[in-house]
């Protein structure tokens, strides 16, 4: 069992910059992969950027690549997602998921099971 708790959500202007944060408990986070998912109001949540259970291999959606950072720490039990260069379109509720993956990291929700409750990030414009 793991439990996710986000962070780090807030109001920020367009080409502001935000940092999130998940802390997880549970002594196996770090045989976990770790993933970032998004949901805007009246869509469908998407995949945004997900890390290997050794930090080693990253995956990012196009829409983010180049602007958000995903890291972990697993002697902290924590995984970033560093946002930068935000757009009005990156607005929604942002989670953070774990699930055991060997091989390829999946951007599809199904594979991740434990869910954060979510944190807001709006960007204005």
């Known amino acids: 069992q793991v439990q996710l708790v986000e962070s780090g959500g807030g109001l920020v202007q367009a080409g502001g910059s935000l940092r999130l944060s998940c802390a997880a408990s549970?002594?196996?986070?770090?045989?976990?992969?770790a993933g970032w998912f998004r949901q805007a109001p009246g869509k469908e949540r998407e995949f945004v950027a997900a890390?290997?259970?050794?930090?080693?291999?990253?995956r990012y959606a196009d829409s983010v690549k180049g602007r958000f950072t995903i890291s972990r720490d697993n002697a902290k039990n924590t995984v970033a997602l560093q946002m930068n260069s935000l757009k009005p379109e990156d607005t929604a509720a942002y989670y953070c998921?774990?699930?055991?993956?060997?091989?390829?990291?999946?951007?599809?929700?199904?594979?991740?099971?434990?869910w954060g409750q979510g944190t807001q990030v709006t960007v204005s414009s």
């Open positions: 998921a774990v699930g055991h993956m060997s091989g390829l990291l999946s951007d599809l929700a199904g594979w991740y099971d434990y």
């Open positions: 549970g002594r196996t986070f770090s045989t976990y992969a």
């Open positions: 890390i290997s259970w050794t930090g080693g291999r990253t």
